[in-house]
């Protein structure tokens, strides 16, 4: 099968992720998760694959056996089923030849894809873009993984003359909840050595580092009273949650940073004068600068509790995922180093790239699984602009069988990695 038909068949299930299912916590979130599981195992078994497993959560995990006798650490890809609940409704993907201006994706409803708004698709012109009629998601986030794997699945299994050690495949659920699939995900039953997600990124870009990132809850408890007598009486949480928010370092926030510049990130405020739950993202890249970061927040909750009373703010952090690049430091650098000779292989100049984000790899590597994330290609994920180049979606799928190719190369007797 194609690549390009392989994909478009996948945008065809809508994988919506269910936020109100998702915080029941059910999994996968939403029905269509489990039919685009099936669908990958039956064509895992059409492949011959191996040891091929859905699990009721929809992870789906299979094994290409090695055909060399040499011992070589086994290599694993990751893509996710789920897509964005930014948008709801079906897909409908189309592929598109792209000359140049601006591209129009639904005639009746005057919905373009304008060159003015989206000046990297000047890199696109004489390709086809995969889009969608405007209307919904493309879906190429995580879909475009999916295909870019199977492809390479299929072109292996189809060149046996082609050597290489034992690799592993798994697809997870509702990765845009908070990594939910990946969090379920057994490493150790797994049995890789390590491995790359896909999941992001125009052709050549390449993740190895991500935020260390964790949530604080600051609950601020006050004291009620009826506006007619509470003078000297009323304590209003609100208000007070308002002023720790105050005292939050003002340039330090997502809308005035950028690159490697850490923030706190107000994100949830909910209350009234007797009870307010105040949420924080808190985002750093270094560990030290994260500890620093989480050790403000308890310290200024702390001193608000001094100033307004025992028990009025009650502080509550937690870690949701660290930075990749604390998996792969030292002897375990070699994942980034495979895939760097394997872009190059493929003729593609890699472009490092520091995630302001979190993907599934930050938790499969803090779980053991050193991952770091490869591009699929795709522009403008989570908007009705999603769009893929057809040679990005094929280059994706180049460098993943240069990096199955580049692992054999680095590991056989004679040959190995220092």
């Known amino acids: ?48 694959m191996e040891d091929i497993i859905l699990r009721e959560n929809a992870i789906v995990t299979a094994t290409l056996p090695a055909n060399t006798d040499e011992t070589i650490p086994v290599v694993s890809f990751f893509g996710h089923l789920d897509t964005s609940a930014e948008q709801t409704a079906d897909t409908k993907a189309q592929r598109l030849p792209y000359n140049g201006g601006d591209l129009c994706l639904n005639p009746e409803l005057n919905i373009y894809l304008r060159e003015s708004e989206f000046p990297e698709l000047k890199n696109y012109i004489g390709d086809d873009l995969i889009v969608t009629d405007g209307t919904s998601l493309l879906g190429a986030d995580d879909k475009a993984a999916l295909a870019a794997i199977m492809n ?35 490493v150790s039953e797994f049995g890789a050595d390590f491995g790359y997600t896909l999941d992001c990124c125009g052709i050549g870009e390449f993740v190895y580092e991500n935020w260390n990132a964790g949530d604080a809850e600051i609950i601020f408890t006050g004291q009620s009273a009826h506006p007619m007598s509470a003078k000297g009486k009323l304590k209003n949480s609100l208000l007070m949650a308002h002023k720790f928010i105050s005292m939050l370092p003002g340039g330090e926030a997502p809308e005035y940073t950028e690159g490697r510049e850490g923030y706190y990130w107000v994100k949830q405020l909910q209350g009234n004068s007797a009870r307010t739950v105040l949420k924080l993202d808190i985002r750093d890249f ?7 970061r989480k050790t403000f927040v308890r310290q200024l909750a702390e001193s608000a509790c001094a100033l307004w009373g025992e028990g009025s703010v009650i502080c509550q952090l937690s870690d949701r995922y660290a930075n990749v690049f604390n998996s792969l430091q030292g002897e375990g650098h070699y994942p980034i180093d495979i895939a760097l000779r394997a872009y190059q ?8 790239v520091a995630m302001r984000g979190g993907y599934d790899g930050a938790v499969l590597s803090q779980k053991g699984l050193p991952c770091p994330n490869i591009f699929t290609g795709a522009h ?9 180049p057809v040679r990005s979606l094929r280059a994706a799928s180049d460098v993943v069988i240069a990096i199955i190719q580049e692992t054999f190369n680095g590991f056989t007797t004679g040959n190995r990695e220092s």
Request: glycine share 10%; proline share 6%.
């Open 286 to 292: 270094s560990e030290e600068g994260y500890h620093a």
């Open 380 to 388: 403008n994920f989570h908007s009705i602009y999603e769009y893929l």
């Open 152 to 186: 390479a699945l299929q072109f292996l299994i189809s060149h046996p003359k082609i050597r290489h050690g034992e690799v592993k495949v798994g697809f997870v659920p509702d990765e845009e909840q908070g990594l939910r699939g990946a969090k379920a995900f057994d």
């Open 1 to 48: 099968m194609d690549i390009v038909e392989r994909f478009i068949n996948y945008t065809k299930i809508n994988t919506t992720t269910s936020r109100e299912n998702g915080a029941k916590g059910i999994m996968p979130s939403s029905p269509g998760q489990m039919k685009l599981a099936k669908l990958l195992v039956s064509e895992l078994e059409a492949l011959g």
């Open 345 to 352: 292989r493929c003729g593609i100049t890699p472009t490092p």
